[in-house]
């Protein structure tokens, strides 16, 4: 079975600090995907990757940026966290051959 | 953009009864859909899919159906059992080989 590994399930942050969230996968999956996920929104693309060392804008990247340098591991990075970066955080991946995507647990966020 | 919507926030069902749960969306490019489950506190797990050469697929205890006349497209779970209750989750892969999510619908099961 795939399986994406978000390094934390709770995370608890102060504003303006510089926050980590890292994402492993082991199934040589060539794309990955950050996603946010809060209550009446649904789930929308932060940051996506077709390989190593690439990175595409999703649909809300305001705030966030990405790095991946290993074809298993991508990271979102937040700068500066502010408070309505509070939210549930889904990493996930996917072979280039199929649309089905693979999802991890998710890192629930909080900045106070 | 396209849009995939649910026609309900929250289903509240009888243990053993089926279970359907409806997603409208407004792409009629897509060519795939999938359905996701997601338990509380977990990330989203797949559950069944469809391509848009089809009407229907069933996969253990869940149908999909597709209705590309009304863009419409359904989950059906025969025998629901308290361990359904989540929150489903319909997708369409649009043009851009992207996933575009609904908002999801809450199952709940009575005992």
């Known amino acids: 079975d795939v399986k994406v590994t978000q390094s934390s399930r709770y995370l608890v942050k102060r504003t303006g600090e510089k926050v980590f969230l890292e994402c492993v996968q082991d199934m040589d999956h060539e794309n990955m995907f950050w996603y946010r996920q809060d209550p009446g929104l649904g789930l929308r693309l932060i940051y996506f990757?077709?390989?190593?060392?690439?990175?595409e804008k999703g649909d809300i990247p305001e705030g966030y940026s990405v790095s991946r340098e290993k074809k298993e591991r991508f990271s979102l990075i937040l700068e500066s966290a502010s408070t309505n970066q509070t939210s549930m955080y889904l990493c996930?991946?996917?072979?280039?051959?199929?649309?089905?995507?693979?999802f991890g647990s998710g890192t629930q966020l909080s900045v106070l | 953009g396209e849009s995939v919507g649910l026609h309900l926030p929250t289903l509240s069902v009888q243990e053993g009864d089926n279970s359907i749960i409806n997603c409208a969306y407004s792409?009629?490019?897509?060519?795939?859909f999938i359905w996701y489950k997601q338990e509380s506190g977990k990330g989203p797990q797949f559950i069944i899919d469809i391509r848009s050469n089809m009407d229907k697929r069933q996969g253990q205890r869940v149908t999909v159906l597709l209705n590309k006349t009304v863009k419409h497209l359904s989950l059906q779970i025969a025998a629901t059992q308290p361990g359904d209750s989540a929150v489903y989750f319909c997708a369409e892969n649009n043009a851009g080989n992207m996933l575009t999510f609904g908002g999801g619908t809450r199952l709940m099961v009575k005992p």
């Open positions: 990757s077709y390989d190593v060392k690439m990175k």
């Open positions: 996930a991946s996917r072979s280039t051959r199929y649309e089905k995507l693979f």
């Open positions: 792409n009629s490019a897509s060519d795939y």
